[in-house]
């Protein structure tokens, strides 16, 4: 019987990732603002749709990839963050505000300290620093959502919170992921830990964390010891939120977009 491609020992990657082109996504083209919004581990960029609306509604440009191995975009080998982010620093520089969530968050983190990427940043439950005995658990989590397994009527069940069209999008998103992107997501990445970036952001940036008491993947102390290390963090914790603030609490994500932006 032949082993899963899965189950088998995955050698992490070594030396310069190799960026691929990305499928990305626009709304509101030819603004003179551009924001770059990049979804997290296991979705797509359709299901940014409300952050990608907003922008647009500010009078920005927002420019939406499916990361790597994700939505539309090439598959890879490379599941490292520093792959991931090199996909988005080859997209441009100079974005007016970047916004990232979860591992979308962690690859930004880590070009945030890049002078000239960005102007501003908005991490939403960016990943930092996962820790040891959180991996396996989020590997479980990851697997058991993915490749067709999420379906609405679940979803309502287990997120009755969430809008229907956040709902809708998230199965269709999911059901593009594989359980070997999560899985190598994971394996690649030992230790998960884009912490010394921080010291180095070159923008402020805004910490949207989600509340310890329903689900977060930014462990209070690392958010607060990033509000510590760098002069231009702003940190906001969203109290009854859980990981995904942007659909748990989508009025938070709105209020931090206008402040980054203006309204007009």
Not at 44 to 64: N, S
Not at 163 to 186: F, G, P, Q, W, Y
Request: proline share 6%.
């Amino acid at each position: 019987m032949t082993a899963n491609l899965s189950d088998r020992p995955q050698t992490t990657p070594t030396g310069a990732p190799h960026p691929v082109a990305l499928h990305v996504r626009v709304w509101n083209p030819g603004a003179a603002r551009r924001v770059l919004v990049v979804h997290g581990l296991g979705s797509d960029g359709t299901t940014a749709w409300r952050i990608a609306e907003e922008v647009a509604a500010l009078g920005a440009t927002a420019v939406v990839p499916d990361l790597r191995n994700h939505g539309l975009s090439p598959t890879t080998l490379d599941h490292r963050i520093e792959a991931y982010a090199a996909d988005l620093a080859d997209l441009a520089d100079g974005w007016d505000l970047v916004v990232g969530h979860s591992l979308g968050g962690a690859a930004l983190a880590m070009l945030c300290a890049r002078p000239g990427f960005a102007g501003r940043g908005l991490l939403i439950d960016p990943v930092l620093h996962l820790r040891d005995e959180d991996r396996e658990p989020l590997r479980e989590a990851l697997v058991a959502e993915v490749g067709g397994v999420l379906t609405h009527e679940g979803l309502a069940a287990s997120q009755p919170g969430w809008s229907a069209e956040d709902r809708h999008r998230k199965v269709l998103a999911s059901a593009l992921a594989s359980r070997r992107t999560m899985e190598l997501t994971l394996d690649h990445n030992q230790p998960w830990d884009v912490r010394a970036s921080v010291r180095l952001w070159s923008c402020p940036v805004h910490l949207l964390a989600s509340d310890p008491a329903v689900g977060t993947l930014l462990a209070p102390a690392d958010a607060q010891a990033a509000a510590d290390a760098h002069p231009g963090v702003q940190l906001t914790t969203v109290l009854g939120a859980g990981h995904s603030i942007h659909r748990d609490d989508p009025q938070a994500v709105i209020d931090a977009l206008h402040a980054a932006l203006g309204d007009g």
